[in-house]
């Protein structure tokens, strides 16, 4: 059973591990990107609804995993595949979720679930594979100090540019592109002191993705207060959220977040446009913005801030996440940063 904050619920097929989990409801709406959305630390402590109706289908495979393991509290499907077929498959969808200890729903009515979120908006609820009366009442939890590094640490041995990247919970696939733009990559804890980013000279710093509504971020913002202006700066995700409140702006809770694989952005300087990836619940408040920082793209939808700058303080940073476009060729963005942006 899902039952929402307001008391709306949910009945399913418990086809995960047994248990009771409690977190914010939200909507995945990717056709594809199961596994990776599982082990993405971004997702730490959500309860994922799939709006696409068969999930598994393709299996799983260890080498797909953004992480060291899967972070979600729960997973809401319609129907779990019978069969994977995929020549790379190592193992079955609902094996991973037993093997990660996930709570799943299966032959949940996931388009009346979706709709619900649509017109009320996300909300905190409690998944559990057995009746629940009520949702539990804590649902507030840090997971920064688990996604992070527990101290500098040598990632990527390259001979290019040196890149520090502070910590958020980094997926593999974005260290993947940073090596294969030759760079030297190191990870920071989350909460590491601006002098010691500042120590180790780095070309330019990445501030990842990550949990974006965990109240450890505060230590970040005021590590990246200490370095703005200093060294290039490059913030993803929510590293773009912390950029731009360690640049005095505000953010914002979306009623619905963004969480999918085709969201259009376009530029505000021309008539292109970009569909992105993106898995987020929170926004930049543009007026709150110091009028030296440039918009230089919004969300084609909801004129969201996608991209902004600022040359002052040294930083560019996009809201949605500049994943590899095929065949491990870097997102331009990581490609314009560390070939343009960062030292030379």
């Avoid at 990527?156 to 520090?164: H, L, T, Y």
């Avoid at 940073?178 to 804890?189: A, I, R």
């Avoid at 509504?213 to 490059?234: A, F, H, M, R």
Wanted: with cysteine.
């Amino acid at each position: 059973m899902l039952i929402l904050k307001d008391g709306t619920k949910f009945e399913g097929i418990s086809i995960g591990v047994k248990g009771v989990k409690t977190g914010p409801v939200v909507l995945f709406t990717g056709v594809v990107g199961y596994q990776e959305l599982m082990t993405d630390p971004s997702n730490a402590g959500k309860i994922v609804v799939m709006t696409y109706p068969l999930i598994g289908n393709y299996g799983v495979n260890a080498k797909f995993n953004e992480s060291k393991r899967a972070w979600c509290s729960g997973m809401v499907i319609k129907e779990s595949s019978r069969i994977s077929s995929n020549f790379q498959v190592e193992g079955s969808f609902e094996d991973f979720l037993k093997h990660e200890e996930i709570i799943c729903l299966s032959e949940v009515d996931t388009r009346t679930l979706a709709v619900k979120i649509r017109d009320d908006g996300e909300q905190v609820g409690t998944i559990s594979s057995k009746p629940i009366e009520e949702v539990e009442s804590s649902v507030s939890q840090s997971f920064l100090k688990d996604v992070s590094v527990n101290a500098p640490t040598h990632a990527v041995k390259g001979s290019g540019k040196k890149i520090a990247v502070v910590d958020l919970g980094v997926t593999n696939s974005f260290l993947n592109q940073l090596k294969k733009l030759g760079c030297n990559v190191w990870l920071m804890p989350y909460d590491i002191e601006p002098k010691a980013i500042l120590d180790l000279k780095p070309d330019g710093v990445i501030v990842s993705n990550g949990p974006e509504d965990d109240s450890e971020l505060d230590s970040t913002v005021e590590t990246v207060q200490g370095i703005l202006g200093k060294v290039p700066i490059l913030g993803v995700s929510t590293g773009h959220l912390v950029v731009a409140r360690a640049a005095g702006g505000k953010i914002k809770k979306l009623k619905i977040g963004h969480r999918g694989v085709n969201y259009p952005v376009t530029s505000r300087d021309s008539y292109k446009g970009e569909i992105t990836v993106q898995n987020h619940g929170f926004v930049v408040e543009e007026k709150s913005l110091d009028k030296s920082i440039k918009i230089l793209e919004t969300n084609l939808n909801d004129k969201t801030i996608e991209k902004m700058s600022s040359d002052k303080l040294k930083f560019v940073s996009v809201q949605y996440f500049p994943v590899s476009s095929g065949f491990g060729e870097p997102h331009s963005v990581l490609c314009d940063f560390v070939m343009e942006k960062a030292r030379k």
